[in-house]
Structure formats: structure tokens, C-alpha cells
């Protein structure tokens, strides 16, 4: 008989986002204002490096944390943004989802608890349990997606190992408040957690008075992971390049677990990322800002108001059981099959009841999508 294969990995579900998505394809007008991707094409100036290396023959392996020039060039740019990280501190990876698991990786024991609070990505849930870990969900949902310490510390126990967080969030696009980073800082000192700080949306804010957990607490500098991308601010979602930084020590078990897993991302895409640095994404951002008012407008005329506006990232979270009293889950279904519009449900985030409404579609599509919306919500 043949051996069983990993009960790790046979026991994840495809990802729900991915399926949502797939329904909405099957329809072939269908608006979807579901997947979390900009919707413009990487600037000009960034792809031509990668044409520029080609030329150069920028073919061969490369260092397996990305080239000097690279990594002090991310060095520098983070430090623009007042957290110090050395060269040697700072690794490219495929994308922020592989700093994720090589995170993980190096971090988990079988049966280590992370706390995650959610609404959350599903890619944190996926990725402990990918590493035998335990998932520990916190529900932010009735505390206005902010962190309670007290609800917090109750979840503590000898298995906790770290905390994952990210602010600008998604799905809601909410900024976490000091008290909540405050609260986030205190447990993991107390009781020496590690904090996983998933900052890829941290260009994409709308609001003075924004602070990244790192530099609110450069103390617990010692158990801090941050993780960043070029996918969301530079609209670079197919190169699949980002980048994390940790203290020494912690950083040299993290870039084991990256170097054995992928051994580095391409070379001729690491002067691009250089350049991508260079490239303003404000442009960008206060598209996103028109489009996120034009949507809260539309919203509030069809009585489905966010439970918080949105202060960073391309998402709102619509409470759409408590508006119309259907499951979050039929819901999104129904208004692809009946109103050609994509929509996730909360339960893909840990949170049913909700749905999100991505906006990072071009005026004219998201227009039409939020006309349809009204028309079918209006229509229940």
C-alpha cells in the first residue's frame, strides 16, 4: 500500500480567495472587485532594468539574500523610514508570502501556538500549520479591528512563540492604533513572544500619524521580523520579490530556511528592485484615495457601510449580515451569479458575516461593479 503523503499539507484547503475567484472568471462579464492586485501595469522604468540585465548577462546565480547593492539599497530605503537594519540584516525572497513561511520555519517547533488577530490574510493560518504549528485566532471584530491586551494576554500559553500582525490590514484597511501596537509590545515583552510584522501595505496610507510596529518599539528590535514587498506600492505582483529584516541572530535561522527552500530569486530582477526603490508610489496612492471615497460614497447610499473607513491599503470590509441578514458566504456567491460582481466572504479571513470589496480596478469597471452591488443589495 502506498505511504501516506504529508497530513500537513493534505489537510489545507485551497485557498478560498483563489476559488471566489475562479467563480467569478466562470462568469465571463463578471466585475471582480475581489482580488487584492493593482490594476496598473509596473512603471516603465522598472521593467526596462530587467531588459537592461538580461543584456548584461545577469543570468547566473546570485547571492542567495540578493546582491550587496541590493540589500544596501534596501538598507538605506528602510532607514529613510527610521528603522535601522544593516545589509547584512535584510534578505530578498519570493514575495512576502515566502518570508512568511521561511519565518515560520525557523521559528516554529510542532505544536507552537501564533497568535493571529483576525480579520486576517489566510496565508498566516496556511503557513503555520504548513509548519506544524498551531493557529491561535484572535477576533478584533467587536473591538472596532483594533487589539484588546486584556482578550489578548488570555490567549498567552507555554506554547505561544510569536504574534503576526499587519497594519494597514487586510481585508479591512485598518490602521492599528498605538494602544493596539502598545498592547502587541507589552505581551510580547512579558512573555518573550516574538512579533511577525507584515508591513506590505505600509506605502499605501491615507492618514497622517501612521507607526509601523518596529519603530514604535525599537526595543523589542531583538524579536521583530519585518516583512515587506514590492508587489502592492510599485504594482509588481507578478515579479514576486520582497524582502524581511531581523536582528542578526534571528535573521541567520531565517535566511537558512529561505536559502533551503528557493536558494534566491532571479538575478536579473535584483536591479529593478533597485530602481523600484528609487520610484515615487504617491501617484498611485491618491488614485487609490479617489477611488476608496468614491466607493464609501456609493456604500453609504446603499445602506452597506463599512464597520471602519478604511485608512490605508485598497480594501473595505462590509458587514453584510448584519445589512441584509444573509450569510456572508452565499452572499458573495449570489452577487457573482446574480449581479456579476466578485466579492470575498469574511470566513476566507477568519471573520464570516463580512465581505471585502477590493478597489484596485480601473474607474469605469469599479463603477459599474458598485452599481451592480447596489442593484442586487437593494433587490434582497
Known amino acids: 500500500m502506498l505511504r501516506p503523503l504529508n497530513t500537513a499539507v493534505c489537510q489545507l484547503q485551497p485557498s478560498g480567495i483563489r476559488r471566489i475567484?475562479?467563480?467569478?472568471?466562470?462568469?465571463?462579464?463578471?466585475?471582480?472587485?475581489?482580488?487584492?492586485?493593482?490594476?496598473?501595469?509596473?512603471?516603465?522604468?522598472?521593467?526596462?532594468?530587467v531588459v537592461a540585465a538580461l543584456d548584461r548577462g545577469e543570468t547566473h546565480y546570485p547571492p542567495n539574500n540578493g546582491t550587496r547593492e541590493l540589500r544596501s539599497a534596501?538598507?538605506?530605503?528602510?532607514?529613510?523610514?527610521?528603522?535601522?537594519?544593516?545589509?547584512?540584516?535584510?534578505?530578498?525572497?519570493?514575495?512576502?508570502?515566502?518570508?512568511?513561511?521561511a519565518t515560520f520555519l525557523a521559528m516554529l517547533e510542532p505544536g507552537d501556538e501564533v497568535i493571529i488577530p483576525v480579520p486576517a490574510f489566510t496565508l498566516y493560518e496556511a503557513s503555520v500549520r504548513l509548519c506544524r504549528g498551531v493557529p491561535v485566532l484572535l477576533d478584533t471584530s467587536r473591538n472596532g479591528f483594533q487589539i484588546d491586551e486584556a482578550s489578548l494576554r488570555a490567549l498567552v500559553t507555554d506554547a505561544t512563540k510569536a504574534i503576526i500582525i499587519c497594519t494597514p490590514g487586510n481585508p479591512t484597511g485598518c490602521l492599528l492604533d498605538a494602544a493596539s501596537i502598545d498592547a502587541i509590545a507589552a505581551v510580547a515583552q512579558e512573555f518573550g513572544?516574538?512579533?511577525?510584522?507584515?508591513?506590505?501595505?505600509?506605502r499605501l496610507v491615507y492618514t497622517d500619524g501612521y507607526e509601523r510596529f518596529a519603530l514604535r518599539h525599537p526595543?523589542?528590535?531583538?524579536?521583530?521580523?519585518?516583512?515587506?514587498?514590492?508587489s502592492k506600492p510599485w504594482a509588481m505582483?507578478?515579479?514576486?520579490?520582497?524582502?524581511?529584516?531581523?536582528?542578526?541572530?534571528?535573521?541567520?535561522?531565517?535566511?537558512?530556511?529561505?536559502?533551503?527552500?528557493?536558494?534566491?530569486?532571479?538575478?536579473?530582477?535584483?536591479?529593478a528592485a533597485i530602481r523600484a526603490l528609487k520610484t515615487d508610489p504617491a501617484p498611485m496612492l491618491d488614485i487609490y484615495r479617489a477611488r476608496r471615497d468614491r466607493v464609501l460614497r456609493a456604500l453609504d447610499t446603499m445602506g452597506l457601510s463599512p464597520?471602519?473607513?478604511?485608512?490605508?491599503?485598497?480594501?473595505?470590509?462590509?458587514?453584510?449580515?448584519?445589512?441584509?441578514?444573509?450569510?456572508?458566504?452565499?452572499?458573495?456567491?449570489?452577487?457573482?451569479?446574480?449581479?456579476?460582481?466578485?466579492?470575498?466572504?469574511?470566513?476566507?479571513?477568519?471573520?464570516?458575516?463580512?465581505?471585502?470589496?477590493?478597489?484596485?480596478?480601473?474607474?469605469?469597471?469599479?463603477?459599474?461593479?458598485?452599481?451592480?452591488?447596489?442593484?442586487?443589495?437593494?433587490g434582497l
Open 219 to 230: 526595543e523589542l528590535r531583538d524579536r521583530t521580523v519585518v516583512i515587506d514587498s514590492f
Open 237 to 271: 505582483t507578478g515579479w514576486r520579490l520582497g524582502w524581511f529584516a531581523a536582528d542578526a541572530p534571528v535573521f541567520a535561522q531565517i535566511a537558512k530556511a529561505h536559502q533551503y527552500t528557493i536558494s534566491s530569486v532571479p538575478a536579473f530582477t535584483m536591479s
Open 307 to 378: 464597520a471602519v473607513v478604511p485608512q490605508g491599503a485598497f480594501y473595505v470590509f462590509l458587514p453584510v449580515t448584519e445589512v441584509t441578514g444573509i450569510d456572508s458566504q452565499e452572499f458573495c456567491e449570489r452577487a457573482i451569479e446574480e449581479a456579476g460582481v466578485g466579492l470575498v466572504p469574511g470566513e476566507c479571513f477568519g471573520t464570516p458575516g463580512f465581505a471585502r470589496l477590493s478597489y484596485c480596478v480601473a474607474d469605469d469597471a469599479l463603477d459599474e461593479g458598485l452599481r451592480r452591488l447596489e442593484r442586487f443589495v437593494r
Open 74 to 101: 534596501l538598507s538605506s530605503y528602510m532607514e529613510q523610514q527610521g528603522l535601522a537594519y544593516k545589509p547584512e540584516e535584510i534578505a530578498l525572497t519570493a514575495g512576502a508570502t515566502e518570508a512568511i513561511t
Open 193 to 202: 513572544l516574538y512579533v511577525i510584522a507584515d508591513d506590505v501595505y505600509n
Open 21 to 49: 475567484n475562479m467563480l467569478a472568471a466562470r462568469r465571463g462579464d463578471c466585475i471582480p472587485l475581489a482580488l487584492g492586485e493593482p490594476d496598473f501595469d509596473t512603471p516603465r522604468a522598472i521593467s526596462d532594468e
